[in-house]
């Protein structure tokens, strides 16, 4: 029985399994690091395996699903996002068209919210695994006669869709090989880049599931969940130490967790256990705003360079009505501490969310100024289905379109999907743009990025994520209606 994990090919280069499945402003290519999972977990299961990741090649549809038949699967496992399901669909098509008698097995955020649907419309899939899928491939390959079999399945039978019963979440992650050696098998590292680390860079997973209720975040809301399940401290640090040793060309390990401060006794735990063996490896992490002092300098010490904080909003309100369960001082004496840290601090920020305005979104700006960050973002905040978010824009007519083909622009950019009757989604678009040249071309910020305290590669990069985002702006402004779009 041989598997073939593929991220499917797509006209842009995306990543589908960050929060954010789009072309990115900066340039950033996530690694296929939930499928890469599924593939360590089949082939320790004895599976013959394989991993190819077309975006990273750059291949067709055409080339990919030739490589797919040459390649002798059994079993075809790729992960669908909603910006990229109606070209997913087609490329399903397309392998029945060229010959492909293996299963069709899809699985990731969208395919979760959507098993039914997906098995309804698209008679070239035969299986959704629906939530935390490494095991329901095992499962499926061992059982493939008999799929009735298989929790975490959704299936046709006898004319209808079968919903199998939900797996339950693996408790025991230790059980996972080490997705580094993954990708060291099957993927080139240079392949990957990441705006905001050195490259080449590897992401890893140090725990599953964000037990906070942030309404608009995609995947503890589907696939993941909200049960906060982590790898020991040995069994992690095991394999930074790897990655330290045995792959010495890496320049930073990203951990992509939800929140990787969760358990802040483990941080401190797991930085100790860096310390002790010795390891010189630069890391950086998603964390939450609420992090202490005594933490971050921990962090810092064990060889942490930057980390990811969504702030979302400088308007109390709105991170009240957004679930965020932080407040606005929480977020100073954060940014206060990892500067005295010496940490790089990278800070998320949303425009769109319930209850915006065009007060709320300056408060935000004036906010982020406050708290003086390294680097910024501001997005548009979108509606992904299977969200608390999502649900409350159907319900009150604010979601622009359901039409999932049209999720994206010309550019390969998520459109604006949110329609406020007082703040529409093209005024949506320009205080986000706005927000961005105003931070970013202040005289503040240019003498600090310039004359501050950077090393080069840190510079190149910001200079490179200047560059990206300043074509993306020059982009919608050259192409007629760029403006905004009607979905």
């Known amino acids: 029985m041989k598997i073939l994990f593929l991220n499917l090919p797509f006209k842009y280069r995306i990543s589908r399994a960050s929060r954010w499945p789009e072309k990115t402003k900066s340039g950033t290519l996530y690694y296929p690091y939930w499928l890469a999972y599924a593939a360590g977990a089949a082939k320790k299961a004895g599976f013959d395996v394989d991993l190819i990741d077309a975006v990273a090649r750059s291949w067709s549809a055409e080339k990919t699903a030739q490589a797919l038949l040459s390649s002798g699967a059994d079993i075809l496992v790729a992960e669908v996002s909603t910006p990229t399901v109606s070209e997913d669909i087609k490329f399903f098509s397309l392998c029945r068209e060229l010959g492909f008698k293996g299963k069709i097995v899809v699985a990731g955020n969208h395919a979760t919210v959507f098993p039914k649907e997906l098995l309804d419309q698209v008679p070239a899939i035969d299986f959704v695994a629906f939530g935390e899928y490494d095991y329901t491939i095992v499962d499926l390959a061992a059982n493939i006669a008999r799929p009735e079999k298989v929790a975490g399945l959704a299936r046709r039978h006898a004319g209808n869709v079968v919903i199998n019963e939900p797996r339950p979440y693996i408790d025991n992650l230790d059980e996972l090989p080490f997705v580094s050696k993954i990708y060291e098998e099957y993927l080139e590292f240079g392949d990957y880049f990441y705006s905001l680390a050195r490259h080449p860079m590897v992401q890893i997973i140090s725990s599953r599931g964000c037990p906070f209720r942030c309404s608009f975040c995609l995947s503890p809301q589907t696939a993941e969940g909200r049960h906060y399940r982590a790898r020991s401290v040995e069994n992690f640090v095991g394999e930074l130490e790897y990655i330290a040793r045995r792959l010495p060309q890496i320049k930073e390990v990203f951990i992509e967790d939800d929140t990787f401060t ?222 905004h779009e009607k979905v």
Do not use: H
């Open 262 to 483: 969760v358990d802040r006794q483990r941080v401190r735990l797991i930085c100790q256990m860096i310390l002790d063996r010795g390891l010189k490896l630069r890391w950086s992490a998603n964390v939450r705003a609420d992090v202490d002092q005594a933490t971050l300098k921990l962090m810092k010490a064990a060889g942490c360079r930057l980390v990811v904080v969504g702030y979302e909003s400088g308007s109390q309100a709105i991170l009240d009505g957004a679930e965020k369960g932080i407040t606005l001082r929480d977020s100073l004496e954060f940014a206060a501490g990892a500067k005295k840290a010496g940490l790089k601090v990278f800070g998320c920020f949303m425009v769109g969310l319930p209850g915006e305005t065009k007060q709320t979104a300056g408060e935000t700006l004036a906010f982020a100024e406050k708290l003086d960050a390294d680097m910024v973002f501001f997005q548009q905040a979108v509606p992904f289905p299977g969200t608390k978010f999502y649900q409350w824009a159907k319900q009150n007519k604010y979601l622009v379109s359901e039409d999932f083909s049209r999720w994206l622009d010309e550019q390969g950019r998520l459109r604006t999907l949110i329609d406020y009757r007082d703040l529409p989604a093209a005024e949506l678009e320009q205080i986000r743009d706005q927000m961005m040249i105003k931070y970013y071309f202040s005289f503040k910020y240019i003498f600090k990025t310039l004359f501050g305290n950077r090393d080069a590669g840190e510079l190149k990069r910001i200079l490179l994520g200047a560059k990206n985002y300043l074509g993306y702006l020059i982009g919608r402004r050259l192409k007629p209606g760029a403006k």
